[in-house]
């Protein structure tokens, strides 16, 4: 499985991105999707998570501000970011895990910058 992330950019303060991640093939239905996201000197932190049934879950920083989707028959997954900050800026990776496998899969990453 390939993930390919795009969509990141340079947005002001206050603006918003999409954020897309195409799979190389199904996505399953089975599958939780998730970003992530890392900031020059810190960890790589979990961002928003998916299950295939649909219930989402988000880092308390972004809820209301974020919204991750899934199309299972495009093989995408989706992550609006609106009232974007300044602390939002870093590389945002998509992610596939397959519970059944314990399975991780990762994109290369997409560049978000907020400029105040």
């Known amino acids: 499985v390939q993930l390919q992330a795009s969509g990141g950019g340079l947005v002001q303060v206050g603006g918003s991105l999409r954020l897309s991640c195409a799979a190389s093939g199904s996505i399953s239905r089975v599958a939780v999707m998730g970003w992530y996201r890392q900031a020059p000197g810190k960890q790589r932190e979990l961002v928003a998570t998916?299950?295939?049934?649909?219930?989402?879950a988000y880092v308390d920083s972004v809820k209301g501000r974020f919204a991750i989707s899934r199309d299972n028959a495009k093989n995408m997954v989706y992550l609006q970011m609106n009232s974007l900050e300044p602390e939002d800026t870093a590389v945002y990776y998509c992610?596939?895990?397959?519970?059944?496998?314990?399975?991780?899969?990762w994109g290369q990453g997409t560049q978000v910058t907020v400029s105040s």
């Open positions: 998916i299950a295939s049934a649909g219930s989402t």
């Open positions: 992610n596939m895990f397959l519970p059944a496998l314990a399975a991780n899969y």
